[in-house]
């Protein structure tokens, strides 16, 4: 994260929506850039130094799961997805196509300021590193000292929410962790019940590490409990 005030990109069709929101955000200490389509919003992501994008799903241009996928190609910058109430289709495509969480409308400004702070907060502070420098697993390692994780020697880019979620099953290496741990060590409070956001981070997680993500050698699942790191 750059120093000064974080740099968060509004991009949201509806003018009334970018409006309230860059006021809250402001009010709240942050700078704020916009962007009324996705194309507009992807030339941003591309050019300015973020620290946190809003990127609404329903847009002209491109919607926000193509700019999300896009954004993705070259920036592991946090994205926050707006959703509309009830659409979970819209929050499960946002979570795979690389968003860190999602904010459904409508919202209160708290809400949306606690849910900024969260993700902000999981980008600029890495997990408390275990007793180890690193750990490794096969071709895996996992390089808390050097916030690195690499397969076979090749680095693997992760956002923050996969990284933070993977140290914490490499910190525990053969142990259990359950969901709700999950939730609690790696999005913080406010989270309880949320399930499915962990759900799709252990997805993304495998196919980036797995060679074959059905049958994973790695990331294995506890069904009713949880999930750890381990090699089989």
Request: with cysteine; glycine share 6%; charged share 25%.
């Amino acid at each position: 994260m750059r120093k000064g005030r974080p740099l968060i990109l509004v991009a949201d069709d509806m003018a009334r929506y970018v409006t309230s929101i860059k006021i809250i955000l402001e009010a709240n200490g942050y700078e704020v850039v916009a962007a009324g389509d996705g194309e507009t919003a992807l030339a941003l992501a591309a050019t300015e130094p973020l620290d946190l994008i809003l990127l609404d799903i329903r847009m002209p241009k491109l919607d926000g799961i193509e700019t999300c996928q896009r954004v993705r190609e070259f920036s592991m910058v946090p994205i926050i997805m707006f959703t509309a109430l009830a659409e979970d289709a819209d929050k499960v495509a946002g979570l795979n196509a690389g968003a860190d969480d999602y904010i459904t409308k409508p919202f209160s400004a708290d809400e949306l300021i606690a849910r900024v702070r969260a993700v902000l907060r999981r980008a600029m502070y890495s997990p408390i590193p275990a007793p180890q420098a690193a750990v490794t697993l096969g071709e895996l390692t996992v390089d808390f000292a050097a916030h690195r994780v690499s397969m076979d020697g090749q680095e693997i880019n992760l956002t923050s929410t996969e990284y933070r979620l993977l140290c914490e099953l490499a910190g525990a290496v053969g142990h259990v962790l359950t969901t709700d741990y999950i939730l609690e060590k790696v999005w913080g409070s406010g989270y309880e019940g949320e399930e499915h956001l962990v759900w799709k981070i252990i997805h993304r997680l495998r196919q980036k590490i797995e060679l074959d993500p059905k049958q994973p050698r790695y990331i294995h699942t506890k069904p009713g409990i949880g999930y750890l790191l381990e090699l089989r």
